[in-house]
T-cell receptor, first 111, second 117 residues
Framework: ETGVTQSPTHLIKTRGQQVTLRCSSQ?????VSWYQQALGQGPQFIFQ???????GRGNFPPRFSGLQFPNYSSELNVNALELDDSALYLC??????????FGPGTRLTVT | QQQVKQSPQSLIVQKGGISIINCAYE??????FPWYQQFPGKGPALLIA?????SEKKEGRFTISFNKSAKQFSLHIMDSQPGDSATYFC????????????????FGQGTTLQVKP
């Protein structure tokens, strides 16, 4: 059974640029949730995708958007990057939303 | 009302001792309470989880105690080992599938545990 994978591992972007992060869900899982974890903090919920539809969103602006594909993998897109977007971005996959298994994360640095 | 408050912020325990981390919540609609373990540079790993219809759940050295009336739950790590040194997060969510709240985990602030050999 393959776990949750994320790419890339690290990324450095300049303020104002756009970024796409990718996540492959665990085999058999149909739900992907994205979280932002600032240094020294708990993860904050960005949004969740269930069967290719957004199913809930946290307090993040519209420049944070996502997609889920038919194979249940997912992308997180962030436009107009700001310095405060620097964080570890985590995706978690689950079956129907309960037990969520996290990937290793993508460390995004915005300069 | 969506917050989960976790304490202590940091904890130092001797090898073989018991580590206890506490969490409190306000939203009585929460119906799923997991604990995660996170090592530096890694994603959180699901340790153990409980639903409010039971008061205790044990898996190996890890036990969750749940007090529904007090809206509190705690993680006990028995026989703590240096390899348990990590950051621990409690979380809560509402699991009514189909609602916009499904699977939205609300995390506590984290507890950094150091187990001294």
């Amino acid at each position: 059974e393959t776990g949750v994978t994320q790419s890339p591992t690290h990324l450095i972007k300049t303020r104002g640029q756009q970024v796409t992060l990718r996540c492959s869900s665990q085999s058999g899982h149909n739900t992907v949730s994205w979280y932002q974890q600032a240094l020294g903090q708990g993860p904050q919920f960005i949004f969740q995708y269930y069967r290719e539809e957004e199913n809930g969103r946290g307090n993040f602006p519209p420049r944070f958007s996502g997609l889920q594909f038919p194979n249940y993998s997912s992308e997180l897109n962030v436009n107009a990057l700001e310095l405060d977007d620097s964080a570890l971005y985590l995706c978690a996959s689950s079956l129907e939303g309960y037990e969520q298994y996290f990937g290793p994360g993508t460390r995004l640095t915005v300069t | 009302q969506q917050q989960v408050k976790q304490s202590p912020q940091s904890l130092i325990v001797q090898k073989g001792g018991i580590s206890i981390i506490n969490c409190a919540y306000e939203n009585t609609a929460f119906d799923y309470f997991p604990w995660y373990q996170q090592f530096p540079g890694k994603g959180p790993a699901l340790l153990i989880a409980i639903r409010p219809d039971v008061s205790e759940k044990k898996e190996g050295r890890f036990t969750i105690s749940f007090n529904k009336s007090a809206k509190q739950f705690s993680l006990h790590i028995m026989d703590s080992q240096p390899g348990d040194s990590a950051t621990y997060f409690c979380a809560a969510s509402i699991g009514s599938h189909g609602s916009s709240n499904t699977g939205k985990l609300i995390f506590g602030q984290g507890t950094t545990l150091q187990v001294k050999p």
